[in-house]
């Protein structure tokens, strides 16, 4: 069954604000919405024209368990808060994201966010973790889970907190043991070195998260790093340090207070075996449209110009490289769909996604974080693919799983739809 509730005509973009009493006014504003949605169904494939030049894939995924292409390096790109009306719907706002990267890789209209706010969409995307109410209020406090939290069979965990214990793996996780190699860069991480680190950047445990809003000089936001909320990355300062680094420039500098010895993306591009076989990037909050108007930098009153900014520097840089050329896989995507002003219809969901043990409904207001919409570009899919095959972030992470032959976390395992031959349109 495909998801209901698909967003409303585009609303006025709002800038973020306190977000303690956005989760009150939500959960006020609507019962739970029902919205489900199965690769597995009955749904009769077929397929239409699309627009000239485009391919439009069947509204019903194959199978990923087997015939995967020999992709060995993925991207992932996310921004902030935006819905599929405000960004892929309105090419005026956003050319460069919503026309022409489309018209050179796979559109997914139909992919969501799975949870409101922020954070809990990060910790989904490398563990498979259903949202809870300390990270759908976007950690504050960098606090541990309680000592009584336990890890079902299902992979959840029971409790609220933000950083997870050891006991709940990332893909990050079994990308080490399995001797290959990932990082997740990090816009603005450590330009003020006493409000992060530059490598590794995040609040002490137990205290209160001073990068929730951005400061002259420096957009980064813990709440938007996922991999320093598990303690099986940060309790490890070697992995982390070498791993969580900053974005740096485009030609490869770093914040003066870096160590030495680590490199951005921009220098790892620059061969196959430099680049790691995941890489995920998080730009600042005036680059990923989470801020309109800029603080930390000179910006657009456009977060969607912004975007189209960062896009159009470094998607190039990404293509262009000798490993994306090779084996490549570029998603780009946002967070949620964004909720200033509760519309219920942004907190719709797909794909079989669970509430977990903590929080009944993902989306606050609703079982997911709404339509959000994505593009994939690769050496493995032709220019102009369309699919409306529903797809969230567990069936991003299940496609990476599969990629690199991982067992599938949380509920990576139980999502029905991984990226298949309606996105993967071409041989390489």
Not at 39 to 67: F, L, N, Q, R
Not at 186 to 206: F, L, Q, W, Y
Request: a negative charge; hydrophobic letters at 35%.
């Amino acid at each position: 069954m495909a998801p209901t509730g698909d967003p409303t005509p585009r609303r006025p973009r709002h800038r973020r604000h306190g977000r303690s009493s956005l989760v009150t006014t939500l959960v006020g504003a609507v019962a739970v919405l029902t919205a489900a949605c199965s690769s597995g169904s009955t749904t009769t494939s077929t397929t239409a024209a699309g627009p000239t030049g485009s391919t439009t894939a069947s509204t019903t995924p194959s199978s990923t368990a087997s015939g995967l292409p020999a992709i060995h390096h993925v991207f992932v790109i996310v921004l902030e808060n935006e819905g599929y009306a405000n960004t892929f719907g309105d090419p005026s706002a956003d050319p460069y994201l919503a026309s022409t990267l489309p018209s050179s890789g796979a559109l997914l209209s139909d992919y969501y966010g799975i949870g409101h706010n922020s954070n809990d969409n990060y910790i989904a995307l490398i563990s498979g973790q259903a949202p809870n109410p300390s990270n759908q209020a976007d950690c504050p406090v960098f606090a541990d889970f309680p000592g009584t939290a336990t890890v079902a069979a299902d992979g959840q965990i029971s409790g609220s907190g933000c950083v997870f214990p050891s006991a709940v793996p990332t893909v990050a996780n079994q990308l080490t043991d399995a001797h290959l190699t990932w990082k997740g860069y990090m816009e603005d991480m450590g330009n003020i070195p006493t409000r992060e680190s530059a490598v590794c950047g995040h609040p002490a445990v137990g205290s209160p998260d001073h990068t929730e809003g951005a400061v002259a000089g420096d957009g980064y936001a813990t709440r938007h790093n996922p991999f320093v909320y598990f303690h099986s990355i940060i309790d490890n300062a070697t992995l982390c340090d070498s791993h969580v680094v900053p974005l740096g420039s485009t030609s490869g500098s770093l914040p003066a207070s870096a160590p030495q010895g680590v490199t951005g993306l921009a220098t790892d591009l620059k061969s196959v075996s430099t680049t790691p076989n995941f890489s995920f990037i998080t730009p600042n909050l005036c680059s990923d449209g989470h801020d309109a108007p800029c603080v930390n930098q000179p910006g657009s009153p456009s977060g969607p110009t912004n975007v189209d900014t960062f896009l159009q520097t470094w998607v190039p840089k990404i293509t262009g490289s000798p490993a994306f050329k090779k084996d490549g896989l570029l998603e780009i995507t946002f967070d949620e769909a964004d909720v200033d002003g509760g519309n219920p219809a942004n907190a719709t969901a797909c794909c079989n996604e669970i509430p977990g043990p903590a929080a009944a409904n993902p989306g606050i207001a609703g079982p997911g974080g709404g339509r959000t919409g994505a593009v994939l570009l690769s050496p493995f899919i032709k220019a102009g693919t369309r699919t409306a095959v529903p797809y969230n972030h567990f069936s991003t992470l299940a496609t990476v799983e599969g990629l690199f032959g991982l067992t599938k976390l949380g509920q990576a395992k139980t999502v029905t739809s991984t990226f298949g031959k309606d996105v993967f349109t071409k041989s390489g």
